[in-house]
């Protein structure tokens, strides 16, 4: 018997080429906003303040537009429930961003991206890998093979990409300076300007608030069991998700099961106060009765249900509230 290996024919290796699915691949940020660009000036300007959001891989492309508003977001990732679902490359998670417009004091649009806990993030125009950002003017953002072009209302688009300006959060995690009143009256070119700011929280990177400092409680029921989490209002500020995932607090994942979605509700606090956002779960988040994307949270306290299989209960206050 010959002890020589046995290879697989060459005369397969055409075959089996021919069924790989092709590769897909991202448009430059420049090919991106072009594209968008070019699209959006054949479409009437939108009515009120927030984002025309324009999602591409090379040939496909989908859009939407958000209105901005404390309660507006949306989830991006390959799940079918997903409110922009980027499903023809694998490299995207179910849930993989969430995006939110909202409206400085002075009237102009902002955009808040926040990754979920993913593997990669996202990408900027730059190049440059961020875990969450609040942003004004046109924003050009790379998630796997997919580019997301975020246009603002009431400004003209420039003939080419701006570059971003990007810096650090300072003192305030969600807040970005404003752009001057007087120049968004004018509705001229504003630019783009990114602030870079902390990640959600991951639960190995959570800590119990000091005495005095604020603080809200999380007390979550099921038929496993009972849970109470108190959590800082610097934590809440960052982000706090609440689900099946590894990345969620151990503590209410203990009671949690298939029914909760493995990202399914995301906790946030700006200077507007606490909001929950359901991630576009697959048995929802309802409150008085109702499936709701977003909930206001009051200080006083506010109960909502996770799923519907096995209700959980969550009710939300601040501490000594």
């Not at 990202?263 to 606090?269: D, E, P, Q, T």
């Not at 988040?285 to 959980?312: C, H, K, P, Q, W």
């Amino acid at each position: 018997m010959s002890n020589t290996p046995v290879s697989s024919s060459p005369k397969l290796a055409p075959f089996m080429r021919a069924f790989e699915p092709p590769r897909l691949e991202a448009p430059s940020p420049r090919e991106a906003y072009l594209l968008a660009r070019n699209l959006d000036r054949q479409r009437p300007p939108q009515t009120e303040v927030g984002h025309r959001i324009y999602w591409m891989t090379r040939g496909s492309f989908g859009s939407c537009e958000i209105t901005a508003g404390r309660l507006s977001s949306l989830v991006v990732g390959s799940h079918p429930l997903c409110d922009v679902r980027l499903f023809e490359d694998p490299s995207v998670e179910l849930r993989h961003l969430l995006i939110r417009s909202s409206a400085l004091d002075d009237g102009c649009p902002i955009l808040s991206v926040v990754d979920l806990h993913t593997a990669r993030g996202f990408l900027l125009s730059n190049g440059a890998c961020e875990r969450a950002i609040d942003a004004t003017g046109v924003i050009v953002l790379r998630v796997g093979a997919y580019a997301i072009v975020a246009l603002p209302s009431g400004a003209p688009l420039a003939e080419d990409m701006p570059e971003p300006v990007c810096r650090a959060a300072a003192e305030s995690p969600y807040r970005i300076a404003a752009i001057p009143s007087e120049l968004y009256a004018m509705k001229i070119d504003r630019g783009s300007r990114i602030t870079l700011l902390p990640r959600v929280i991951d639960f190995a990177d959570s800590r119990m608030p000091t005495a005095g400092e604020e603080a809200y409680d999380i007390a979550m029921t099921s038929h496993a069991g009972a849970r109470l989490l108190r959590v800082a209002g610097a934590d809440l500020r960052k982000g706090i998700l609440v689900g099946r995932s590894l990345n969620c607090d151990p503590l209410l994942r203990a009671i949690v099961d298939g029914g909760t979605s493995r990202g399914h509700l995301l906790l946030m606090k700006d200077r507007a106060g606490a909001v929950a956002y359901d991630m576009s779960s697959t048995q929802g988040t309802y409150f008085a009765g109702r499936r709701m994307r977003a909930i206001e949270l009051a200080d006083s306290g506010t109960v909502m249900t996770l799923g519907t299989t096995n209700r959980i209960s969550l009710v939300w206050r601040r501490s000594g509230a």
